[in-house]
Structures are given as structure tokens and as C-alpha cells.
């Protein structure tokens, strides 16, 4: 039982990136997940997550207009498209899957994590 991201790399203010998480051994259409990411000498915050129970996403204040999340169930994978970033999107992006119950978008709920990918952005 696994979580395995990518798709994390270096781009220029204004670039794009598409994050992918793979799920392996459970399935993610029975989950709520999510993006978090920590940037150095900062708490981890959460950047979007997909409910399971009603389908609601919810977006990060500053990453709404931005940022897209998704998920193919077919793949068993999830994704965060990240559209015109900046220095301030730089951090260790994780994903992360709670139970079909999970109904917020905070960390201490969720209970599988991937190890992370690093987005850096300069200016």
C-alpha cells in the first residue's frame, strides 16, 4: 500500500507543472485526497482536496484560478495541474489519501502519504 508522486521540478515564474500520484494496493475512488506541500521553515499546508462523500473540492486561497485537482480512477492516480506559478508555490509537494469519510481538507486526517516531490519556481 502505497503512494507514489512525481511530476515536481524546476520552472520559471509563470511556468507549469502537472503533479501525479499513483496509488498502489488500495483504490483511490473509495478515498478523499489531497495535495499538501511544506516549504523550508514553514508549516504544511493544505492545497487541494477532493472530498469523497459529495465531490467538493477545496482550493488553498492562494492557488484558486491556478491550480487543478483531479483524479483517473481507470489509472489510480491523482493529480494538482499547477498553472502560472511563482517563488511562493516553491515547496516539497505531498499527496496524501484519507477514508471515504474524511470530510476537511487537514492534514491530521489523512492517513497515507506520498514521499513528496520538490517544485522549485524562480523569478
Known amino acids: 500500500v502505497q503512494l507514489q508522486a512525481s511530476g515536481g521540478g524546476s520552472v520559471e515564474t509563470g511556468g507549469s507543472l502537472r503533479l501525479s500520484c499513483v496509488a498502489s494496493?488500495?483504490?483511490?475512488?473509495?478515498?478523499?485526497i489531497g495535495w499538501f506541500r511544506q516549504a523550508p521553515g514553514r508549516e504544511r499546508e493544505a492545497v487541494s482536496c477532493?472530498?469523497?462523500?459529495?465531490?467538493?473540492?477545496y482550493y488553498e486561497d492562494s492557488v484558486k484560478g491556478r491550480f487543478t485537482i483531479s483524479r483517473d480512477n481507470a489509472k489510480n492516480t491523482m493529480y494538482l495541474q499547477m498553472n502560472d506559478l511563482t517563488p511562493e508555490d516553491a515547496a516539497v509537494y505531498y499527496c496524501?489519501?484519507?477514508?471515504?469519510?474524511?470530510?476537511?481538507?487537514?492534514?491530521?486526517?489523512?492517513?497515507?502519504w506520498g514521499q513528496g516531490t520538490l517544485v522549485t519556481v524562480s523569478s
Open positions: 477532493i472530498i469523497n462523500k459529495d465531490g467538493s473540492t
Open positions: 496524501a489519501t484519507g477514508s471515504s469519510i474524511v470530510v476537511v481538507c487537514v492534514d491530521a486526517f489523512f492517513a497515507r
Open positions: 494496493g488500495f483504490t483511490l475512488d473509495s478515498s478523499t
